[in-house]
């Protein structure tokens, strides 16, 4: 799945200014094979892949999944920066929640 169809029907609009906020914060744009390790190497060890599918999933939306993964990874003591927890929330959105 391409990175604009995570943004909905806005996709390349909304990825654009993604893209530019990041560029003109310094941080990256969001790295989906990052955002891979960090959720198999710290969550995969709870999360079985039916977490997500579940008829009354939580969340409803991206902010509501960035959220639940800023809560867990502070929950957890992780430590996670906000790259990657924009990185976790990236992967999540384009490989099981898709909003």
């Not at 995969?44 to 960035?66: A, G, Q």
């Amino acid at each position: 799945m391409s990175r604009a169809r995570a943004y909905g029907a806005g996709g390349v609009a909304a990825f654009a200014l993604c893209a530019a906020v990041a560029a003109a914060s310094g941080a990256d744009v969001p790295d989906l094979a990052r955002g891979r390790a960090l959720y198999e190497n710290h969550c995969m060890v709870c999360h079985t892949p039916k977490i997500h599918s579940r008829p009354n999933r939580i969340p409803l939306n991206v902010d509501e999944l960035r959220q639940i993964v800023v809560n867990w990874a502070k929950d957890e003591n992780l430590h996670w920066s906000e790259q990657e927890i924009a990185d976790v929330v990236w992967y999540l959105n384009e490989t099981k929640y898709r909003y």
